[in-house]
């Protein structure tokens, strides 16, 4: 698809919660031309668990530099997960350090929070556990490290504390502030009550639009990477708001979109905010042009690492060949594998069947759960229309043709490892390939509804 943009060349940093990278995209395909990664770790020491920023700067600094001149570019967007806030000092270096939102906090500091966050109609933001509303995080530091606090002088989302190092130029966004910080109200466009209750307002950032190039790289910075023009940096955007954008330039409502990393993300494009369920891990985020698109999640990504890890490989093709035998046999995976958040917050693991099975037919349970556990969300949000797959289950044949079956709807896997860069990427301009390009999943598989009939009532039961 041919670009609408004066750049040859975009570079991308993309940050997610488990792994880091630097993505040099084609402005006229949109296609990636160079990617280097790196773990993204977290630190245990110090005051808190955090994010080791110095090591991702390094990172990134390192990136930039090998590809200033191979392939090159000409413009910088940036993309990181959500749930982190940066605080600065008056000499734009960390207050404190950038807190893991994984971290769980004293019950004293959870129920002192509790009663100072707005209610679920003004912010469309469900209590999540841990550091998962922003809000949470910055009251814990501020409670918790009143002296540190103090030292505070800028709040930032995450993917603006990137370019803020990049340009010197502070900057928040309306996608990381809508994604269940509790900080937002999406149906105003502004801050909540939170804002002032905590008493941040004259801290927090000027808010520009994710489209904004904030400025060029500083220009030591810019000698020391070896960019021989100056190069701007794109204010950036939530991740899975980045992999939802190509999505609305492309296509027209209602569809859903489920990006899928650590967190599986579903988009009800099209959908409304009235049926909504906070215990159940439904919300609102929102878009690059400050709309309310109704959501859901969970940690599916993880969830698949770690059964992945305790059960082994088996080739792709006898997964897929596997799902007739496991729906027949009963085998079937109940949530949670991680506590605490999605559509049954409350529920742990269970396995229903056999479960000394082959790798495959194990697989194939997981690949089933899944999609079980995407249906249900895309329930709970209204979602009609076709569903555009991003991220590492694109990949799963099984996990694809399960959710068709289940949706009874064309389910279309977007090619590439995430759709992240790409999304990114189109701040600047440019518009990736179209999603639809790939031949859409829309089969059945025998057995399946009653299957589905079963797990729900063990769900209940």
Same mark, same amino acid.
């Given at each position: 698809?041919?670009?609408?943009?004066?750049?040859?060349?975009?570079?991308?940093?993309?940050?997610?919660?488990?792994?880091?990278?630097?993505?040099?995209?084609?402005a006229?395909t949109?296609?990636?031309?160079?990617?280097?990664k790196?773990?993204?770790?977290?630190?245990?020491?110090?005051?808190y668990?955090?994010?080791?920023?110095?090591?991702?700067?390094?990172?990134?600094i390192?990136a930039?530099?090998?590809f200033?001149?191979?392939?090159?570019?000409?413009?910088?967007?940036?993309?990181?997960?959500?749930?982190?806030?940066?605080?600065l000092?008056?000499?734009?270096?960390l207050?404190?350090?950038?807190?893991?939102?994984?971290?769980?906090?004293?019950?004293?500091?959870?129920?002192?929070?509790?009663q100072?966050?707005?209610?679920?109609?003004?912010?469309f933001?469900?209590?999540?556990?841990?550091?998962?509303?922003?809000?949470?995080?910055?009251?814990?530091?501020?409670?918790?490290?009143?002296?540190d606090?103090?030292?505070?002088?800028?709040?930032?989302?995450?993917?603006?504390y990137?370019?803020?190092?990049?340009?010197?130029?502070?900057?928040?966004?309306?996608?990381?502030?809508?994604c269940?910080t509790?900080?937002?109200?999406?149906?105003?466009?502004?801050?909540?009550?939170?804002?002032?209750?905590?008493?941040?307002?004259?801290?927090?950032?000027? /808010?520009? !639009?994710?489209?904004?190039?904030? =400025?060029?790289?500083?220009?030591? #910075?810019? *000698? +020391? @990477? $070896?960019?021989a023009? &100056?190069?701007?940096?794109?204010c950036?955007?939530?991740?899975?708001?980045?992999?939802?954008?190509?999505?609305?330039?492309?296509?027209?409502?209602?569809?859903?979109?489920?990006?899928?990393?650590t967190?599986?993300?579903?988009?009800?494009?099209?959908?409304?905010?009235e049926?909504?369920?906070?215990?159940?891990?439904?919300?609102?985020?929102?878009?690059?042009?400050?709309?309310? /698109?109704? !959501?859901?999640r969970?940690?599916? =990504?993880?969830?698949?690492?770690? #059964?992945a *890890? +305790? @059960? $082994?490989?088996?080739? &792709?093709?006898?997964?897929?060949?596997?799902?007739?035998?496991?729906?027949?046999?009963?085998?079937?995976?109940?949530?949670?594998?991680?506590?605490?958040?999605g559509?049954?917050?409350?529920?742990?693991?269970?396995?229903?069947?056999?479960?000394?099975?082959?790798?495959?037919?194990?697989?194939?349970?997981?690949?089933?759960?899944?999609?079980?556990?995407?249906e249900?969300?895309?329930?709970?949000?209204?979602?009609?229309?076709p569903?555009?797959?991003?991220?590492?289950?694109?990949?799963?044949?099984?996990?694809?043709?399960?959710?068709?079956?289940?949706?009874?709807?064309?389910?279309?896997?977007?090619?590439?490892?995430t759709?992240?860069?790409?999304?990114?990427?189109?701040?600047?301009?440019?518009?990736?390939?179209?999603?639809?390009?790939?031949?859409?999943?829309?089969?059945?598989?025998?057995?399946?509804?009653?299957?589905?009939?079963?797990?729900?009532?063990?769900?209940?039961?």
């Amino acid at each position: 698809m041919t670009a609408v943009s004066a750049y040859r060349h975009i570079a991308v940093i993309d940050i997610g919660k488990t792994n880091a990278k630097v993505v040099v995209l084609d402005a006229e395909t949109g296609g990636e031309i160079a990617v280097v990664k790196t773990s993204n770790g977290v630190l245990k020491t110090g005051l808190y668990p955090h994010y080791d920023i110095e090591r991702l700067w390094d990172f990134i600094i390192s990136a930039l530099k090998g590809f200033a001149t191979t392939p090159g570019f000409d413009a910088i967007s940036i993309t990181t997960h959500g749930a982190s806030a940066v605080l600065l000092d008056v000499d734009g270096g960390l207050a404190l350090p950038v807190l893991d939102y994984e971290h769980t906090y004293p019950q004293a500091i959870q129920d002192a929070y509790g009663q100072l966050r707005p209610a679920f109609t003004e912010t469309f933001s469900p209590s999540l556990s841990g550091g998962l509303n922003v809000g949470a995080q910055i009251h814990y530091q501020k409670s918790v490290f009143p002296e540190d606090f103090a030292h505070v002088a800028t709040i930032l989302t995450y993917p603006q504390y990137w370019a803020y190092r990049l340009t010197g130029i502070a900057a928040s966004e309306v996608t990381s502030l809508g994604c269940h910080t509790d900080l937002w109200n999406p149906t105003t466009g502004t801050y909540s009550s939170l804002v002032d209750t905590l008493g941040i307002r004259t801290l927090m950032a000027p /808010v520009r !639009s994710a489209f904004d190039a904030l =400025g060029p790289v500083l220009p030591a #910075l810019a *000698a +020391d @990477i $070896g960019l021989a023009a &100056p190069a701007p940096v794109y204010c950036g955007i939530h991740d899975s708001n980045a992999s939802l954008l190509p999505h609305l330039v492309e296509n027209e409502a209602p569809f859903a979109v489920v990006s899928t990393g650590t967190w599986v993300i579903n988009f009800a494009v099209g959908g409304d905010l009235e049926h909504l369920d906070p215990a159940r891990d439904a919300l609102a985020n929102v878009d690059a042009y400050g709309r309310a /698109v109704p !959501s859901s999640r969970f940690m599916g =990504g993880r969830e698949f690492e770690i #059964l992945a *890890a +305790d @059960i $082994g490989e088996a080739p &792709p093709e006898a997964i897929e060949v596997a799902l007739e035998t496991v729906i027949g046999n009963g085998l079937m995976l109940l949530p949670n594998i991680v506590e605490g958040s999605g559509p049954f917050p409350d529920r742990k693991m269970q396995w229903i069947g056999d479960a000394s099975t082959s790798n495959a037919e194990r697989l194939a349970a997981v690949s089933l759960y899944l999609a079980l556990m995407t249906e249900a969300c895309l329930g709970l949000i209204g979602a009609k229309g076709p569903i555009f797959v991003e991220g590492p289950f694109a990949l799963n044949r099984a996990y694809l043709v399960a959710l068709s079956a289940l949706t009874r709807t064309d389910v279309i896997a977007v090619a590439g490892s995430t759709g992240t860069s790409q999304g990114a990427a189109l701040l600047t301009g440019i518009r990736p390939p179209a999603a639809t390009e790939n031949p859409p999943v829309h089969t059945d598989l025998p057995g399946l509804i009653r299957y589905r009939q079963t797990w729900r009532e063990a769900l209940a039961g």
